[in-house]
T-cell receptor, first 115, second 116 residues
Framework: AQSVTQPDIHITVSEGASLELRCNYS??????LFWYVQSPGQGLQLLLK??????LVQGIKGFEAEFKRSQSSFNLRKPSVHWSDAAEYFC?????????????FGTGTRLTIIP | GAVVSQHPSWVICKSGTSVKIECRSL??????MFWYRQFPKQSLMLMAT?????????EQGVEKDKFLINHASLTLSTLTVTSAHPEDSSFYIC????????????FGPGTRLTVT
């Protein structure tokens, strides 16, 4: 069965500092991996996705993620966080990137930014 | 583009009553829609997958008679929580996959259900 683990429930970083959110997955076939951000009152927004090719993926809002098959990881990074990045972040895995494919989500990481 | 709305955004109902939540794709057609449930500080748990014009596929452990899903058009899916109980209180999120399946699914803002 597929699963996603986000080991960090809550992370606090200073504005301007770098960020790394961890994600480990378990999937029996080629994984399609996603990072979403959830802000209060808004739907989940896709930050980036990976399914093949370059293992370093660039997303919106200055985020990037690196796929490491040997570690079954897909960690999200940002070199310098902004106060507006405070939100809940979810890693997800699916069998394709198509809109009719169901996704399995991790438990999320809440990001707090301090001035 | 690619906006999904949910109505209502929050609802309070009494135990034993039923409540309907709507999920609409505003600017695209969605053959497939998903319903998720999110508990506080927990992940999104997929409840069911609905395809326009056919019966929904429920995930294991989800009571189909309690959580009725209808996907009668390419822009609307509804989730009805029947005979609601306090344990049904949760945050319900829908997502929609554009017809043709060539892009990712888009998520609604969620509906907070409180059963008293």
């Amino acid at each position: 069965a597929q699963s996603v683990t986000q080991p960090d429930i809550h992370i606090t970083v200073s504005e301007g500092a770098s960020l790394e959110l961890r994600c480990n997955y378990s999937y029996g076939a080629t994984p399609y991996l996603f990072w979403y951000v959830q802000s209060p009152g808004q739907g989940l927004q896709l930050l980036l996705k990976y399914f093949s090719g370059d293992t370093l993926v660039q997303g919106i809002k200055g985020f990037e993620a690196e796929f490491k098959r040997s570690q079954s990881s897909f960690n999200l990074r940002k070199p310098s966080v902004h106060w507006s990045d405070a939100a809940e972040y979810f890693c997800a895995v699916g069998g394709s990137y198509f809109g009719n494919e169901k996704l399995t989500f991790g438990t999320g990481t809440r990001l707090t930014i301090i001035p | 583009g690619a906006v999904v709305s949910q109505h209502p955004s929050w609802v309070i109902c009494k135990s034993g009553t039923s409540v309907k939540i709507e999920c609409r794709s505003l600017d695209f057609q969605a053959t497939t829609m998903f319903w998720y449930r999110q508990f506080p500080k927990q992940s999104l748990m997929l409840m069911a997958t609905s395809n326009e014009g056919s019966k929904a596929t429920y995930e294991q452990g989800v009571e189909k008679d309690k959580f009725l899903i209808n996907h009668a058009s390419l822009t609307l899916s509804t989730l009805t929580v029947t005979s609601a109980h306090p344990e049904d209180s949760s945050f319900y999120i829908c997502s929609a996959g554009p017809t043709g399946g060539v892009t990712e699914q888009y998520f609604g803002p969620g509906t907070r259900l409180t059963v008293t």
